[in-house]
């Protein structure tokens, strides 16, 4: 069983870790993932009572951050000021106002000692004062840090950041190293509040993305309009839409026309044009006349709902590269203590060295090594990723997907509705008998009236007029081959080839860059109808893209030979399987996979006939699934708007992603490493030490936010 709660005001990586292995070793919890940027923690167990459950959670959160609520709403949460009866003293003491004053105490402090020095009258009673007023700044600044480094001591939970920078700005007193000891914490603390901002900044910019439904709703009732609860609306009530307001269910217009803002669903920019019979989406904004629509779906089952499902669950799939972060940050801080105690106690035990001198040593040691640049700029850099890629109206089901999609060597395509539009159109008329085109045509669309293939339809569209069902007698469809009917007294024949010949028809060589259908009259061959299944304008970029990238392609398809070679030879496709099932697409794909040693192998299809491919694929890419359930279900990535030239900016936006991520991890622990040296051996003060802690927090944060840049770079 899975239940999900959120963590109000859980903003610390390592506490997150802690909080995660402790759930973790209880009984009855399998499992226990804090998705971080979310606030949100899963937990599966076999727990029957869910009280029992969240009182366990509750409890083991407040053991390890006892200013965390747990909450049994989950979803994004940020974390605002808290309203309280004397307000005016919260925003007094908020993080930002203490740190603008400890830094200003702090600055007075360095211009105070300077200006003495200078003078030459820094006396002991002003360095008396001078020190006072250096010590209530470092208590202002340091006092929630030393506090919850006690508790964690009461706790058993010695070896945390907290720890780590108490030990070493109270030490740094000893030392004689005021200064430095505010230096350290104030710096410490200024890192973490904008750690504090990043994480909220990422849980903004993606709850802008999942919040896309409105609340309310306009439902008609007779004549009149009631204001209702979107929750309520059910299938098959009519909706009044306003300009500028948020299409509140998936439906289709019953009245009106205009145009409406997809963006947020499929990242297109350009508006989309709207009339009655049109399919409209949750989430999308009526721009500029009011509509009524009709609701096909409960705002549940919608389109935005799935975004939001999405979205919030795709952080919660950590990748190798944050897996491995987690575990490091577990044995790197005890490590570092170990390290820093016997700086201080072996060379002056076993070379008489000056005990003070290795003190300080150990004390920059110690906050060189707090591990936060790591712990927080991984996630955040995958988590940055989810949002730009939602903005771009590609959803990823967790950043794993994104690591999978980097390392992603071969992609094999569905034809039909992936690579082609997927909708047949009348190309050309050739009359071989009597008759005119026109005469085809009617005949052809009379035959195919009551016929639901797709070519039929296709052709009924192209005649465009009404069609006098008097006319047609004796309709017989022929399962894979054609129509037959009598029409206006006359024998009509609509089919496939095989269909001709099988009837005692001749007919000539099909057209290789079209499918045929023809058309006979008293067994008499009098026109063939030609059709096409036009090549997408985006697959022409999207395949030249990724072959510049050294991606080899493949296509798999039910068609025939001729229609796959033509498309293959027109995009350039490496290669082409033609007329297979459903069970030859599985055992191809399956070959193909088996056969590339260079890397992953993703499947794109349009998520329905393909979800067993979608599922065996490394990474299944689902097209044109706006409205498909079997798409969200079966595809690890969902493109929302049918647009294949998103593929290789998804390949693109995953390729940026895994460079800053490697970036953020050898800049973090290389430069960890070359400080510590440094450190030990004397050769680094507490301000590099700052440097070599926050500064380079700051600066893998900076780095992490480089990935949204992606999709502002041209493709093509």
Request: glycine residues 6%; aromatic residues 8%; hydrophobic residues 45%.
């Amino acid at each position: 069983m899975q239940t999900k709660y959120a963590l109000k005001g859980l903003t610390c990586p390592n506490c997150a870790a802690k909080i995660e292995n402790n759930i973790s070793k209880k009984e009855n919890i399998h499992s226990a993932r804090i998705n971080l940027m979310s606030g949100n923690i899963l937990i599966e167990h076999a727990f029957s009572l869910e009280d029992e459950l969240f009182e366990l959670v509750k409890k083991e959160v407040l053991a390890v951050e006892d200013g965390v609520e747990v909450l049994r709403e989950s979803g994004y949460i940020h974390t605002p000021v808290k309203e309280s009866h004397n307000k005016k003293a919260v925003e007094i003491f908020s993080e930002k106002n203490i740190i603008i004053v400890s830094t200003l105490i702090f600055a007075i402090c360095l211009i105070l000692k300077y200006a003495f020095k200078l003078n030459g009258n820094f006396t002991s009673l002003k360095e008396g004062a001078f020190l006072i007023f250096l010590i209530s700044g470092y208590i202002l600044i340091a006092a929630p840090i030393l506090l919850k480094a006690l508790k964690n001591i009461a706790k058993g939970q010695i070896f945390d950041e907290n720890f780590l920078m108490s030990i070493a700005t109270v030490g740094a007193f000893f030392i004689n190293e005021p200064v430095e000891a505010v230096a350290v914490m104030l710096f410490y603390r200024i890192g973490e509040f904008f750690q504090d901002k990043a994480v909220e900044r990422s849980r903004h910019s993606i709850e802008s993305l999942i919040n896309i439904c409105p609340e309310k709703a306009n439902l008609k009732v007779g004549n009149d309009i009631k204001l209702i609860n979107a929750e309520s609306i059910k299938k098959g009530d009519i909706l009044v839409v306003k300009p500028g307001d948020i299409i509140p269910a998936d439906g289709t217009v019953v009245k009106g026309k205009g145009s409406i803002d997809t963006k947020v669903l499929t990242g297109e920019a350009l508006p989309q044009s709207i009339e009655e019979g049109s399919a409209v989406f949750s989430g999308c904004i009526n721009l500029n006349t009011l509509i009524e629509i009709r609701a096909e779906k409960s705002p549940s089952l919608s389109a935005a709902a799935k975004i939001k499902h999405l979205t919030e669950e795709a952080a919660e799939r950590k990748t190798k590269a944050e897996n491995f972060i987690t575990k490091f940050a577990k044995v790197y801080t005890p490590t570092v203590v170990v390290l820093a105690l016997l700086i201080a106690l072996m060379p002056p035990l076993l070379t008489g060295g000056s005990f003070p001198l290795w003190l300080e040593r150990s004390f920059i040691f110690l906050i060189i090594s707090c591990p936060c640049a790591l712990v927080i700029s991984i996630p955040l850099s995958f988590f940055t990723a989810v949002g730009a890629f939602s903005k771009q109206g590609i959803l990823v089901k967790g950043s794993n997907y994104i690591e999978a999609l980097h390392k992603t060597t071969e992609i094999v395509f569905d034809k039909t509705g992936t690579l082609t539009e997927g909708k047949f159109k009348v190309v050309d008329i050739k009359p071989t008998g009597t008759l005119s085109k026109e005469d085809v045509l009617h005949y052809c669309a009379l035959c195919e009236y009551s016929s639901t293939h797709p070519l039929a339809l296709s052709i009924t569209e192209y005649y465009g007029k009404d069609i006098d069902k008097s006319l047609i007698k004796a309709s017989e469809n022929h399962a894979g081959m054609g129509v037959s009917a009598d029409i206006e007294g006359k024998k009509v024949l609509v089919g496939n080839k095989t269909f001709m010949e099988k009837t005692g028809i001749e007919v000539s060589t099909e057209d290789r860059d079209a499918l045929s259908v023809y058309v006979a009259i008293d067994n008499r061959l009098e026109g063939i109808i030609q059709l096409k299944d036009n090549i997408k304008q985006g697959s022409f970029p999207a395949m030249e893209s990724l072959k510049k990238e050294g991606i080899k392609t493949h296509i798999l398809t039910g068609d025939k030979e001729e229609n796959a070679k033509t498309v293959s030879q027109t995009l350039n496709i490496d290669s082409f399987y033609h007329s297979l099932l459903p069970e030859d697409k599985l055992n191809i794909f399956e070959d193909i996979k088996a056969k590339n040693t260079r890397g992953l192998t993703a499947f794109v299809g349009d998520g329905i006939n393909d979800a067993p491919v979608l599922r065996m694929a490394d990474i299944g890419i689902a097209m044109g699934a706006l409205g498909s359930d079997s798409a969200i279900e079966a595809a690890d990535i969902v493109l929302m708007k049918d647009d294949i030239s998103k593929i290789p900016l998804a390949k693109k936006i995953a390729r940026k992603t895994h460079t800053i991520v490697m970036e953020n991890i050898v800049f973090s622990i290389g430069v960890k490493i070359l400080f510590l040296i440094m450190g030990a051996l004397g050769l680094a003060g507490m301000w590099a030490a700052v440097f070599a802690d926050v500064g380079v927090t700051l600066i893998a944060i900076a780095n992490s936010f480089r990935v949204s840049s992606a999709t502002k770079e041209h493709l093509y």
